[in-house]
């Protein structure tokens, strides 16, 4: 082991590893090992319980801004010693300063090579700007050379122009007729994508299936619509002499959600939007917190303060969003006769919001899903039938039809006739 730009070794703890720790949040991150010599010879910590203890309040009460959800404190064994590892990401609220000399070249400091110097008063300048006011889709694109044949078929479908005049009204070119962070959103070229994982049951255990969408963030929208689609099935219910229809998931729920985790996700993270696919629920997460100043109460209210306000202009003239602001409240109000209702989970750096398989009939004893649907209309038909003539009839796996037969025959839908492999099924007639 040896220091570098990312590492650095401190035999004991002392007051100044608040130096190191703002390096590393100030510059690419770091860490940083108590119990090391400089020249990587392993003494260990004898008492790792206090040494973490002191890490921990020097963190809190030294470095200003808060650092410390950026930070992880934790025990290693090497060459069996215990090693007390400072973990430091790259912060978000840069500078960092010790708390006792501000934002000065005596309290800012940065990693350069396996050394830790204080800023230049340039160099704080640079970070402030880096980070303050800083608006990525007003941002000059690194790619230039970008081509909009996704985009030009939205806009043509809506009967919006969407020449050069147009992409500068819409702050797709800037002043000097440069292209923008936000036309490389619209771009085919957009670097960022929807990633979709579904899963069998209610657990991240068992895959089955996985999509990624890429082009256009127009098109990304449609082609997730349409994919979340595939899963939202159809179910029924009888009414009388009528037959109500009713989706899985509120169409405008799905609708809400998928604008909202792309409009308002904050775009200097690489990372792809994530939709999770469940038997019970569907979850969504984006990257970005919410915007300072507001709460997940606010939001509830319909609230909004726009992170990306050009990109949401925009779905806004396509017809995609209504108004700033009614995406949640629509949500929960599609819910509202529902025992199950959405849940909205918050961090500082992402948003997740899960819609619950919609359950307002669920408690209707003459419900049925599709599949159930399926299975009476073919008994009706066909009389009774074994498990593999059901099986081949409506090509369905076999774990599937055992699974609905099953559950049929405990709410009293269809009844065994016989055992054994001559088991057959019939509708229980009501």
């Known amino acids: 082991m040896q220091e570098s730009k990312n590492v650095e070794f401190k035999r004991e703890y002392v007051d100044d590893i608040t130096k190191t720790i703002v390096a590393f949040a100030n510059t690419d991150g770091g860490t940083l090992y108590i119990g090391i010599e400089d020249n990587g010879n392993i003494i260990g910590v004898e008492n790792t319980d206090d040494c973490m203890l002191r890490v921990s309040n020097t963190i809190r009460d030294s470095i200003k801004p808060d650092v410390r959800l950026f930070t992880e404190i934790s025990v290693v ?4 010693k215990n090693v007390v590892k400072v973990s430091v990401q790259r912060g978000t609220n840069r500078p960092y300063y010790i708390a006792q000399k501000g934002i000065r070249p005596e309290g800012v400091y940065l990693r350069t090579g396996a050394s830790t110097s204080p800023a230049t008063e340039t160099a704080i300048l640079n970070i402030i700007k880096e980070t303050a006011n800083y608006k990525y889709e007003e941002e000059l694109s690194i790619n230039q050379e970008l081509t909009f044949k996704q985009a030009d078929e939205y806009f043509a479908a809506k009967k919006i122009p969407f020449n050069n005049q147009q992409k500068r009204t819409l702050h797709l070119l ?7 962070n936000l036309a490389l959103l619209l771009s085919d070229q957009c670097c960022h994508t929807i990633k979709f994982a579904v899963f069998y049951g209610n657990s991240k255990t068992t895959f089955k299936d996985r999509k990624e969408f890429s082009g256009s ?18 179910s029924s219910y009888l009414k009388g002499l009528e037959r109500i229809d009713i989706k899985s998931y509120p169409q405008e729920a799905i ?6 985790s792309v409009v308002h996700r904050e775009y200097s993270f690489s990372s792809s939007t994530l939709i999770s696919i469940f038997d019970e629920k569907i979850e969504f997460v984006s990257i970005g917190g919410l915007v300072k100043g507001i709460c997940i109460d606010d939001i509830k209210l319909g609230i909004s303060v726009l992170r990306n306000k050009n990109l949401a202009d925009i779905f806004y003239r396509l017809h995609l969003i209504e108004a700033y602001g009614t995406g949640i409240p629509k949500i929960m109000e599609c819910y509202q006769n529902s025992v199950n209702k959405p849940k909205i989970e918050i961090s500082d750096n992402a948003f997740k919001l899960t819609l619950p398989k919609f359950s307002q009939i669920e408690n209707n004893s003459s419900f049925h899903n599709s599949r159930e649907n399926d299975i009476i209309e073919l008994l009706t038909d066909k009389g009774n039938m074994t498990r593999t003539e059901i099986q081949s009839a409506l090509s369905l796996s076999q774990s599937t039809v055992l699974r609905e037969l099953k559950n049929m025959s405990a709410k009293n839908i269809i009844k065994k006739i016989g055992s054994g492999r001559n088991t057959k099924y019939s509708v229980v007639n009501k």
């Open 77 to 80: 064994d090497i060459e069996n």
């Open 174 to 180: 800037n002043s000097d007729n440069s292209y923008t």
């Open 217 to 234: 963030l127009l098109k990304q929208v449609d082609d997730a619509y349409q994919y979340i689609d595939i899963y939202n099935h159809t």
């Open 255 to 260: 609708r809400e959600a998928l604008l909202n």
